[in-house]
């Protein structure tokens, strides 16, 4: 059993930056990948970044440039590091993470998943 607890989401203005944490405990030696998936209202969930244990990472092509997805492996935690946000990024982010690596990088989504955190862009 995995367990992921998600914190810093909140209200940014257009432009803004904003940093996402995800911890995970229990079975993380199961964990293969790790990352984030949002979805707006309205709108189906979908991948946003992603790393693997081995370091390989992807982006959804619309945050390539302006996400990144930092890791300490050290406190068992990715982020995601969110730069020049647009409103289009308001959205509940969910980190997820599972044991097959290719259903979290590819946007199937791992077994796990956080509770969510809101993250709403507006001035």
């Known amino acids: 059993q995995v367990q992921l607890v998600e914190s810093g989401g909140g209200l940014v203005q257009p432009g803004g930056s904003l940093r996402l944490s995800c911890a995970a405990s229990g079975s993380i030696f199961s964990i293969s990948a790790m990352g984030w998936y949002r979805r707006a209202p309205g709108k189906q969930r979908e991948l946003v970044a992603a790393?693997?244990?081995?370091?390989?990472?992807n982006y959804a092509d619309y945050v390539k440039g302006r996400f990144t997805i930092p890791r300490d492996n050290a406190k068992n935690t990715v982020y995601l590091q969110m730069n020049s946000l647009k409103p289009e990024d308001t959205a509940v982010y969910y980190c997820?993470?599972?044991?097959?690596?290719?259903?979290?990088?590819?946007?199937?989504?791992?077994?796990?998943w956080g509770q969510g955190t809101q993250v709403t862009v507006s001035s």
């Open positions: 790393i693997t244990s081995g370091g390989n990472t």
């Open positions: 997820n993470a599972g044991p097959v690596h290719r259903s979290v990088v590819v946007g199937i989504g791992g077994l796990y």
